[in-house]
């Protein structure tokens, strides 16, 4: 649509939008103000502008393989050593990696250490083992909670019909009343990459 003018100060209006769009062009601050860029050659250079049929196809199968999730255990109020808290079972299209294991409470042990052990058991028939080289513990006066990588296995590997769970080893406390010191309102988490 070519633009009329009526006067010499639409003129210099109409020049001065052209200098302002070359200056941002120059700069490298181009707003097409929602006009679309078309007939852009081949990219070339890192900034370069790129088409849709530049970019990469990523399969799904790839950005599947990659996906992590944690499964969480959870004991609202205090811990005993009897409490039982259920198992996870990863079920189809669940198969996955342990990548890291983490332990929190929010009501910290107060006169000897919260430990937790973890078992798992590649299917019903197998006997449980534990999944950790050593037990989670959160000593008295501790600031944080825990993480660890040390799995007892270098590859294990949480099939359809593998199970974990967490065993209560010690609650952190003289007693099993709350003013005991045991700690409370534990979690626990398990970092798994899924392998499917």
Same mark, same amino acid.
Not at 62 to 78: L, M, V
């Given at each position: 649509?070519?633009?009329?003018?009526?006067?010499?100060?639409?003129?210099?209006?109409?020049?001065?939008?052209?200098?302002?769009?070359?200056?941002?062009?120059?700069?490298?601050?181009?707003?097409?103000?929602?006009?679309?860029?078309?007939?852009?050659?081949? !990219?070339?250079?890192?900034?370069?502008?790129?088409?849709?049929?530049?970019?990469?196809?990523?399969?799904?199968?790839?950005?599947?393989?990659?996906?992590?999730?944690?499964?969480?255990?959870?004991?609202?109020?205090?811990?005993?050593?009897?409490?039982?808290?259920? !198992?996870?079972?990863?079920?189809?299209?669940?198969?996955?990696?342990?990548?890291?294991?983490?332990?929190?409470?929010? =009501?910290?042990?107060?006169?000897?250490?919260?430990?937790?052990?973890?078992?798992?058991?590649?299917?019903?028939?197998?006997?449980?083992?534990?999944?950790?080289?050593?037990?989670?513990?959160?000593?008295?006066?501790?600031?944080?909670?825990?993480?660890?990588?040390?799995?007892? !296995?270098?590859?294990?590997?949480?099939?359809?019909?593998?199970?974990?769970?967490?065993?209560?080893?010690?609650?952190?406390?003289?007693?099993?009343?709350?003013?005991?010191?045991?700690?409370?309102? =534990?979690?626990?988490?398990?970092?798994?990459?899924?392998?499917?």
């Amino acid at each position: 649509m070519a633009r009329q003018f009526q006067s010499d100060a639409d003129l210099k209006r109409a020049v001065g939008e052209l200098l302002d769009f070359k200056d941002s062009f120059l700069r490298g601050s181009l707003n097409m103000h929602g006009n679309k860029i078309v007939n852009t050659g081949k !990219a070339t250079s890192p900034d370069d502008v790129v088409t849709l049929r530049q970019l990469p196809q990523i399969s799904q199968t790839d950005t599947d393989r990659k996906q992590s999730r944690t499964i969480i255990f959870c004991k609202e109020g205090y811990v005993k050593t009897t409490d039982i808290i259920p !198992a996870y079972r990863f079920g189809r299209g669940m198969e996955s990696l342990p990548l890291e294991v983490w332990l929190e409470c929010r =009501v910290l042990p107060e006169t000897e250490s919260l430990i937790i052990r973890l078992k798992y058991k590649l299917n019903k028939d197998t006997d449980a083992i534990d999944l950790l080289d050593e037990d989670l513990e959160i000593v008295p006066g501790a600031e944080e909670g825990v993480k660890t990588s040390t799995f007892s !296995a270098p590859l294990i590997k949480f099939g359809r019909d593998s199970l974990v769970y967490p065993e209560i080893i010690q609650t952190g406390g003289d007693g099993e009343e709350e003013e005991s010191g045991a700690a409370a309102a =534990v979690t626990i988490g398990i970092v798994v990459e899924r392998l499917i």
